[in-house]
Structures are given as structure tokens and as C-alpha cells.
Nanobody, 124 residues
Framework: QVQLVESGGGSVQAGGSLRLSCVAS?????????MGWFRQAPGKEREGVAV???????TYADSVKGRFTISKDNAQKILYLQMNSLKVEDSAMYYC?????????????????WGQGTQVTVSS
């Protein structure tokens, strides 16, 4: 099993920045090959934001390219999401997820373990 705990969410004004963190723990963390961030706004479906594979190759949703940066600390089993130039439409619950397979895409159905989420609210 893998446990994921997100932190770093909060309320900011448009144009501001936040850095999300996700700490992975448990017996299967050594099997993690792909890690990602997803988000879900009220009344909307959960969507992919960014994923990063075992070679640290990132993939971003078009809506966040150039503003968000995904990274990870393999030794500490921590995943990060640096969010800059935040927009009102970025407001959502942000979830960390991981999978054990190398195939790493912005597809919710691929991921094995999920965190409880951290709320991001961007005001105008």
C-alpha cells in the first residue's frame, strides 16, 4: 500500500503562487514509477494537471503549461507542484496520485493510489 498526503493549498489572489507537496509513504513506495497531480472543481469532473515519470519527464495539461512546474524528490518520496500566475479557474481540490507502471499519462484511470486532496482557491 501507498499513503499520500498533500499539503500547501490555500487562498491566493489571481496572479499569485502556491507550492503543493505530496508525501508518499508505505510499503510499496519503491514501486512508484509515475506520479501526478489532478484537480476537481465543484460540479466538474476530475482532470489531469501534470504527471512526471521515473525519468523525470513531465507532461502538462494545456491549461497549465508555462505556469505550473511538477517535480519530485525521489529520496524523500515527495512530489511538488509549483503553481505560478494562478487564475480564478485554477480553483479546485488538488489531488496527488501515483502508479506502479512506467506508462505515465494524464489519465485518471491509470493511477493506483490517491491522496485526500488539498484545496486551492484563487480570487480575483
Amino acid at each position: 500500500q501507498v499513503q499520500l498526503v498533500e499539503s500547501g493549498g490555500g487562498s491566493v489572489q489571481a496572479g499569485g503562487s502556491l507550492r503543493l507537496s505530496c508525501v508518499a509513504s508505505g510499503g510499496y513506495t519503491h514501486n512508484i514509477a509515475c506520479m501526478g497531480w489532478f484537480r476537481q472543481a465543484p460540479g466538474k469532473e476530475r482532470e489531469g494537471v501534470a504527471v512526471i515519470d521515473s525519468r523525470e519527464h513531465p507532461t502538462y495539461a494545456d491549461s497549465v503549461k508555462g505556469r505550473f512546474t511538477i517535480s519530485k524528490d525521489n529520496a524523500q518520496k515527495i512530489l511538488y507542484l509549483q503553481m505560478n500566475s494562478l487564475k480564478v479557474e485554477d480553483s479546485a481540490m488538488y489531488y496527488c496520485a501515483v502508479r506502479r507502471d512506467e506508462f505515465c499519462r494524464l489519465d485518471l484511470s491509470l493511477f493506483d493510489y490517491w491522496g485526500q486532496g488539498t484545496q486551492v482557491t484563487v480570487s480575483s
